[in-house]
C-alpha cells in the first residue's frame, strides 16, 4: 500500500501548451519521485482533474481558448484544496500576482529556474503533506472520541440522545443528573465529542473524590512554594480545559468556599492559582454532573442559589436502569461482545435463565453493575452460555433468601448494599437512602455495621 505522505503519493498536474515544458517538467518530477499528468490545454486539464485525483497543479497563464486564470477559478470551484503554482513569462508578473491574490500558492517566471521550481514544488507538497497529516489526526480523533458505550433503544434513552444532539453544538452549560452508574460521564464526553471544542480536551473532576483544600489546588493549579510540598508550579483543571471541556462530577458535594470560587471563574473566565498573582484567562465549556437534590440543597442552604442557576442552564436526566429495563438484553450483549474483544475470547450468549435473572434484577448500581457482573461471568463462564451461577447477582439473590424476610432484614440490607456502592461515604450514602446523617449513623450502631477492612 502506497504510504499516503510519501513523495509518490503527492499528483502533480502540468498545465502548459509548449510541449518542450510539458515534458521536460514531466520527466523532471518524475526523476523526484512524485506522480506526474500533463495537459495541452484547459481542456485537457478539467478531464484529468475530473478523473484523477491531483494535489498540486503547475500551470501556465497564457494558454490558448481558456487562460491560466479562468482556469484556476474553475479549479478553485470545484476543489478549493488544490495547491496551484503559477507559470508566467516575465512580462506578465502582475498577471501572476492576482493569481496569487485569488489563492495560487506561488509563481515561477519563465525561464524556469529548475531548483527554484523544485524547492518551491517540494514546499507546496510539505503543505499538502501536513493538511493530510491533520485530516488524517482529526480522523483518529473523531474515532477516539466516538461513545459506543451509551446503549439504549428505550424511549427514555431515545429522548436523552435527542437532548445531546440538541445541546453539543450549543455553548451551554450543562448539569447532567441520575444515579450513580447510570452513565452520567459518558454522556457528558458524547456531549464534547460532538461540539465544536472536540478536538481540545475534556477534563474531568471528581469534585466528591477531593478534600477541599486538593480540589482548590487542582482546580486552580499552584505556584512553586505557595504551600508545603509545592515543589513545583503546576496547572490546574481550569487551565488544561482550556479550549475545550471541563466535567465537574459530583458537583453537589462541593464546599461553600469552593462553590464561590468556582462562580467568579464562571462569570469572569479568569483567576489566580494557588499563591499566584498573575491573572490567567480561560475559555471552557462547563458541563456537570450529580446525583444529589440540588433544589434541596439549595434550600437547606447548603449549595448556593446563583451558582445552582449558573449550572443549571441546560439539564439532562439520565434514567436508572430499573426504569429501562427493555434495554438490558442489548446492553448485556454489548459487554459480552466488549470483554469477549479484551480478552481474547469467543462472544457467549446468556441462558433463558441467565437472561431472565438480569431482566427481573433491581440493579441498584445501574449499568456500570451491570457492565461488572458481564465481565464477571465472561471470566469464570466456561460453558457454551452464560448461566444464572455465573452471575454474581445469583449469590446474592439466594444470600438475600436466606437471610429473612423482615422489615428489618430488608432495612439492613439495603443499608449494607448502598454503603458498599458508596465506598461508606455516609454523606453520599445518606442521601441516597433520603435520610440525614445522624440517622444513617444510628442505623449503622443499631445493624453492628462495620465498614469493611
Known amino acids: 500500500m502506497t504510504d499516503p505522505l510519501s513523495t509518490s503519493s503527492i499528483h502533480l498536474l502540468v498545465v502548459d501548451d509548449e510541449a518542450s515544458v510539458r515534458e521536460s517538467l514531466e520527466q523532471w518530477f518524475l526523476e523526484d519521485g512524485y506522480s506526474v499528468h500533463t495537459a495541452e490545454n484547459a ?96 480522523q483518529t480523533v473523531d474515532a477516539l472520541h466516538h461513545i459506543d458505550d451509551i446503549v439504549g433503544a428505550s424511549e427514555e434513552m431515545v429522548k436523552v440522545f435527542d437532548l445531546v444532539r440538541t445541546v453539543a453544538p450549543t455553548k451551554s452549560t450543562v448539569l447532567i443528573r441520575g444515579e450513580s452508574g447510570t452513565g452520567k460521564e459518558l454522556i457528558a464526553r458524547a456531549i464534547h465529542a460532538n461540539s465544536t471544542r472536540k478536538y481540545f480536551p475534556i477534563i474531568p473532576v471528581n469534585c466528591g473524590a477531593l478534600s477541599e483544600s486538593l480540589l482548590e489546588s487542582e482546580l486552580f493549579g499552584h505556584e512553586k512554594g505557595s504551600f508545603t510540598g509545592a515543589q513545583y508550579r503546576r496547572k490546574g483543571k481550569f487551565e488544561m480545559a ?45 458541563i456537570c454532573a450529580t446525583n444529589a437534590d440540588l433544589e434541596a440543597a439549595v434550600r437547606d442552604g447548603t449549595f448556593r442559589e446563583d451558582l445552582y442557576y449558573r449550572i443549571n442552564v441546560f439539564a439532562i436526566t439520565i434514567p436508572p436502569l430499573r426504569e429501562r429495563r427493555g434495554d438490558i438484553p442489548m446492553l448485556a450483549e454489548h459487554f459480552v461482545h466488549k470483554y469477549a474483544r479484551l480478552m481474547n475470547r469467543t462472544a457467549k450468549e446468556f441462558s433463558e435463565g441467565a437472561m431472565s435473572l438480569l431482566t427481573t434484577y433491581a440493579w441498584p448500581g445501574n449499568v456500570r453493575e451491570l457492565e461488572n457482573a458481564v465481565e464477571r461471568a465472561m471470566v469464570v463462564s466456561s460453558r457454551p452460555f452464560i448461566e444464572e451461577e455465573d452471575l454474581p447477582m445469583h449469590l446474592s439473590t439466594r444470600a438475600a433468601g436466606a437471610a429473612g424476610e423482615s422489615l428489618a432484614d430488608v432495612e439492613r440490607r439495603h443499608i449494607v448494599q448502598v454503603l458498599s456502592e458508596m465506598n461508606w461515604n455516609i454523606t453520599r450514602s445518606a442521601e441516597r437512602l433520603a435520610i440525614d446523617r445522624v440517622t444513617l449513623y444510628n442505623k449503622i450502631e443499631k445493624y453492628g455495621l462495620k465498614r469493611p477492612e
Do not use: C, W
Not at 475530473?50 to 476543489?79: C, N, S, T, W, Y
Open 43 to 138: 481542456a485537457a486539464a478539467l478531464d484529468i482533474l475530473q478523473r484523477e485525483r491531483i494535489d498540486l497543479v503547475l500551470l501556465d497563464i497564457k494558454m490558448p481558448g481558456m487562460d491560466g486564470l479562468a482556469l484556476q477559478e474553475r479549479i478553485r470551484e470545484f476543489d478549493t484544496d488544490i495547491i496551484i503554482i503559477i507559470i508566467t513569462a516575465f512580462a506578465s508578473v502582475d498577471t501572476a500576482v492576482r493569481a496569487l491574490k485569488a489563492g495560487a500558492f506561488d509563481y515561477v517566471t519563465k525561464p524556469i529556474d529548475p531548483d527554484e521550481l523544485s524547492t518551491m514544488v517540494r514546499n507546496a507538497a510539505q503543505q499538502r503533506r501536513l493538511a493530510r497529516e491533520n485530516a488524517q489526526l482529526r
Open 242 to 286: 482550556n479550549g475545550g471541556t471541563l466535567f465537574l462530577d459530583e458537583i453537589g458535594t462541593l464546599a461553600p468556599k469552593t462553590q464561590v470560587d468556582l462562580l467568579r471563574v464562571l462569570e469572569s473566565h479568569q483567576f489566580q492559582r494557588v499563591g499566584g498573582e498573575q491573572t490567567i484567562h480561560v475559555d471552557f465549556r462547563l
